[in-house]
């Protein structure tokens, strides 16, 4: 008889799991009403108090080590970036708010040394000090050492009479060093100071020169060394599962001032989840306390009292690829070519039937919160009056393709007289890139392009469309090998996303220079290559200039399309709504530290 | 069966296993190295990010797990390595991959425990009365519903359980606490879900082979015979029909013990959040973690094996007709 009873409640689990769920006001642990629309952190007018635990669900992977330096993966960064804090962050407006560091970074005159000076409160869990030798340690003797091979050591490295050579870090004192340069790069301090963390060196040094021993360290990979330097200590990371830290009491920014008794959680957990639809009904059920949400799932998630859910624009942008490779269909090494297909794709059809309303068109690689955006002069090809399919038939005739209508339909014509037919990339299982991919089919078709679309693994996609080599040569594959390498199978289009760093755009050389390491479609334009090393010399280090160089580049990128921009997605974030001291913009974390529970 | 027999039988049985794991595992190292992948591919969305040159990040991590070593070389620190009782440092979890066993076999094994007791026990029962109480409404009710147990895919029954009975009801919580003790009812409350989930298909299964099974024996003259000298029908039932009839449905479990190790179980794992060895393997094979995939590897074979051998030392316990000599 159990039996039936137990299928008869799986029946109705069934029949209820079919019907959409009502907002589950009874489960709430919420006690403060939502406002329709988000709070700041200013409307919060509860005092912070000490209390409960923080759950940020992640359906992401999981972290590959707590010993940073061996790290290549986001995840990693972030797990330790709760419990040691960097020199320096930002703010959603962009602005340089300090950490380990004392005051702003000095450049000196010649804009080759940088000055740092460190608080002197910060101290590793055995009580001794921070000293700026342990930061000059960190560098030297692990990030630019051989036996380490931190995989991000070129934001250390400049080119000097065509040598790759490492910055020079020299200890000033206990609280201060410099950086010496030898070439200019106005965005250095963005691209790399920022961001550093330092290892004891007084701990570290017993592992130096041994790459195994170093990464098996005990003390690195449960970081018990982190002392009063973030506002969480590790407590246990469970892999596949969760990573908690629990609260720190001695946190250096939480013990004076406008931060005065930070952090207020007394655990921050990162849960992971498998589905991301696990992770909404956990947030749903009231089991943890943020997530992300689907674009599909934000009006649900908007309309319950106790989630308020935050929208907020992302670094990331969608793109079409171009093969302009000898393997890619010639016409798209023409400019005008190019023009007339992003003429032909709605970025508006993007937005809505895509990322379901969920994005802003992009025209080119700058995002718009960033401070060196600019829309003045930017073409908008497949955006209002620029979306225009039967311009880009007459742009397509004009390059020398005709469209003959063959049983009816339109069939654009090669040079050689057959009927265009493009090869167009994606990866499985993300449903963006699938409905990215049958939309630019779509579109393309109705200009009388055939498209054929091939789902490939990742790692497939890597090694045969991406990663080229020059034919007939003893070459290993790399992802740009010159203009005359080429990838082991041919394509025409790959959906791809990309990042730019908004406050340092100029990592993007890598994506659009001619010899740029992620430039694997060929694009090549020397006006391009110019700027790109313009936007890193001394006269860019005035902003004034540099906004003028990264304007020039987004007008000449949006009119020469090296790839198809289509939109930059816009990300959403659903907390329960007794979260306090949000506040929402771009980088909506950059004060967790001051985020709290109000209370009833 | 002699003792003597037996035991011949089981070391040579186990000298073999021990034959086959290695040949598995060494055709495994051999295809994870000659396959088109490399831990550094899965860095490229975080190297576009950063705006890196990904050559020169790939090449750092491959020099730093010396995976840009000659491959004999590899397998042959691999295979000593492994008789010294080290078996390799995984690098996308950052542990002895043997401490990353040793901390996660447990949720896997529990939930395939409970699942198999659970489908087991009901699976049979529920196959017995059926086939007992042939075209009875119960019994079409049973075959109704096992029939809807073997085609409800597991991830679509668990997301529907957890809507249901954790967001709807709240009656247990939306993911598995690895916080719980082992041992405690929290923790058996915590898996009622996921088991229900992965066990489900299974019973349904089992409801279906013991009714076939039992059926068939029903018709047997041994059992006419039992019935015709009187004896009381659960006897009947019981020592003619059911030890009979168990023989296929035991080799099944086993077979599904073996396939819900290598895979059965990940669905589950996914949607609970469960770290078991399920998603460890899974991670490991995306992240090309070649020290992890291959330990889990040598021991699927071994449960494998292990379990193929419990079942045949089983027959010999059901039916003493059998012998391996």
Known sequence: MKFYVVFLIILVALVAGCTSPAPSSTLTTSSTPSPSAPSTSTAITATPQVSGDFIDGDSGGDAETLNWILAADAASFSYVGHTVDSLATYDNNWNVVLRHMARPVEISKDDLTYTITIRDDLEWSDGQKVTAGDYVYTLKNLMFSDWLNYPYRSDWQETVNGETVFVEPVVVNDTTFTIKRRTVDPEFADNAIYGLTPYPEHIVIKYEGDAQAFTQAPELNDLSFTGNLGPYRFQEWVRNDKFVAQRNPDFYLGQSGPDAGSPFFEHFEIKLFGTSTAMQAALEAGDITSAGIEPEDVAKFKSMPDIKVYTEPTSGYDIVVLNQRQNGWEGLRNKAVRQALAMSISKQEVINSVRLGFADPAFSFIPKPSPWYTDEGVSQFGFGSLYNKEEAKQILAGAGYEIKTVEGKPALQGRDGKPVKLTLVTTPGSSISENLAFLVKQELTDIGIEVEIKEVPWATLLRQYVMNKVPDQDQQPGYNNGPAAVSEQPWDLIIMAFNTNPVAPSGSRVFFTSDGGLNYWGYSNPAVDERFIEVSTAAAIDPEVRKKIYSELSRTIADDLPVIFLTFPRGNSGFRSNVAGIDPGMRLSWNYHKWYFAQP | MRRGELQGYVLKRLLYAVLITFGVVTITFILLRLGP??????????????????????????????????????????????????????????????????????????????????????????????????????????????????????????IMLILLFSVQLGWFKTYYDTGLPILSLANLKALVLPVITLGTGMMAGYTRYTRAAVLDNLRLDVVKTARAKGLPESLVIGNHVLRNAILPVITIIMFDLSSVVFGGVYLTEVIFGIPGLGRISFNAIFASDYPVVTTITLIGSLVVLLTNLATDIVYTWFDPRIRYD
């Open chain 2, 37 to 158: 992948t490399s831990p550094a591919d899965k860095y490229l969305a975080n190297m576009s990010a950063r705006t890196q040159d990904p050559a020169q990040v790939a090449a750092a991590i491959e020099s730093r797990y010396g995976l840009d070593r000659p491959l004999w070389q590899q397998y042959g620190n691999y295979v000593a390595n492994l008789f010294r009782g080290n078996w390799g440092w995984s690098f996308s979890t950052s542990m002895p991959v043997m401490s990353l066993i040793k901390q996660h076999w447990i949720y896997s094994f529990q939930l395939i425990l409970l699942s198999l007791i659970f489908s087991a026990l009901l699976g049979i029962l529920i196959g017995l009365y059926s086939a007992v109480r042939q075209y009875t409404k119960l019994d079409y009710l049973a075959t109704f519903f096992s029939f809807i147990g073997i085609s409800v895919p597991n991830f679509w029954l668990g």
